[in-house]
């Protein structure tokens, strides 16, 4: 049984006052949401103190980057030491933004996966199609040459600690959501390429997330979805209310 992660993911987003608001929200409200796990993803200037708004309730904290490298002279970057060192237990990879503005290429991302597993940290490893790869057809292929170069040498131990998140980039913030059907047809199919590269048992335990659009009213049809396990939240994420209504969505259909 594969616990539904709701994943909220703020982005360049909030200052320090609505960063500490909307933590502590989710925070108090945490209790509402049974039978799934709450992840926030604030940016890395605000992770103390959204980490010090959720207190001991129970929603995890991730960031939505690292850099591989453990330590040295590599201005601006953020290990996974550090992240560790704060506490957290998540972290977002190769989400598409970072792939398509930043030009973060699958080896990037696997470097970075590695280090975070090496660390003890969850890696959330997105990937995602561009429009003009599904209208041409070749969402599948895109889809698949993202999952063996971002888990390169990632071994069946590790695998079980990590997340997968399917974003398809013309879904991600643009209102256009993957119909349920879209989106259980590419998770499946990330659900065969785990059997393959791995076993059944491991490719049934590891979650895999979709984002792209996710709002209270579409998520229990998405979420519903028998190899939907979650979803990762931009926009609808900086609500309160809007993300423990994804999340109440999810536990009842998960
Ligand atoms: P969105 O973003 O929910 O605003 O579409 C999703 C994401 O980029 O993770």
């Not at 209102?175 to 390429?193: F, I, M, N, S, Y």
């Amino acid at each position: 049984m594969r616990t539904p992660l709701i994943a909220g993911n703020w982005k360049m987003n909030t200052d320090s006052n609505s960063a500490a608001a909307l933590a502590s929200e989710i925070a108090k409200r945490a209790g509402e949401v049974q039978d799934a796990e709450l992840l926030v993803c604030p940016p890395n200037v605000y992770l103390t103190l959204v980490r010090d708004a959720i207190g001991d309730a129970s929603v995890a904290l991730g960031a939505q980057n690292m850099y591989h490298e453990a330590n040295g002279a590599f201005t601006g970057e953020i290990s996974a030491a550090m992240l560790c060192d704060l506490g957290l237990q998540y972290v977002i990879l190769g989400h598409s933004e970072r792939r398509h503005i930043l030009g973060e290429s699958d080896s990037d991302v696997n470097k970075k996966a590695l280090a975070a597993l090496a660390a003890g940290l969850v890696p959330v490893v997105c990937v995602g199609e561009q429009l003009a790869d599904r209208e041409a057809g070749k969402t599948a292929e895109v889809i698949r040459g993202q999952f063996d170069g971002s888990l390169a040498g990632i071994t069946a131990e590790q695998i079980q600690s990590v997340v997968l998140a399917y974003e398809p980039v013309w879904a991600i913030g643009t209102g256009k959501v993957a119909t349920p059907e879209q989106a259980e047809e590419v998770h499946a199919d990330l659900r065969k390429q785990l059997t393959e590269r791995y076993n059944s048992e491991i490719a049934e335990s590891v979650r895999i997330l979709y984002g792209g659009s996710v709002k209270p009213d579409n998520a229990a049809e998405l979420l519903g979805q028998p190899n939907v396990d979650g979803a990762l939240i931009g926009g609808a994420s900086l609500k309160a209310d809007d993300f423990l209504a994804i999340a109440t969505a999810g536990a009842a259909v998960g």
